[in-house]
């Protein structure tokens, strides 16, 4: 291989190295080794969060899905309450927590949001820190959605 072939080779490997690390504390360690793998190391980390905030959200939907058909099994008049929760006298319904669940992923947000501020704050090419700037704004809309769910839960 010459010299060329070596250095388009480099960005794909640098991906599938920074795709195997889960650890926040080994992407600011690559991030010191030069410019090249701090912006591979950004780029992964934006990646990262991007899965994150889509994995919340699919977690919210759910979550708010449950909370709805839940709420199906208070009318017993409903015929699928009498299809599916048509419990005899020693079946135990479980009872889950929504409150606490939407609460989980709130501070998941509210965690996920901080780091990607920190990470703004490090001098990168003006495209990358518009993707931050856009993520963070995506991970505080969703904040003010949960928050808002969560006073609906509330009453």
Partial sequence: MNVVTHCLALPEI??????????????VKLLRVNHTW???AVRAILKLYKDRFYRYNHIIFN???RYDFDCL???RSKPVYKKIYWSGPDKNM???????IIEYILSGVEYA???LQ???KVSLPLTITKKIDNLISD???????IDDILLILWF
């Fill in 118 to 120: 920190t990470l703004y």
């Fill in 38 to 40: 701090q912006l591979e």
């Fill in 113 to 115: 949001t901080l780091e």
């Fill in 14 to 27: 640098l991906e599938n190295i920074f795709s195997y690390i889960t650890d926040y504390k080994d992407f």
């Fill in 73 to 75: 099994k208070v009318d």
């Fill in 94 to 100: 479980h009872d889950i927590n929504y409150k606490k």
């Fill in 139 to 145: 991970y505080l809309l969703l904040e003010i959605k």
């Fill in 63 to 65: 979550t708010l899905l």
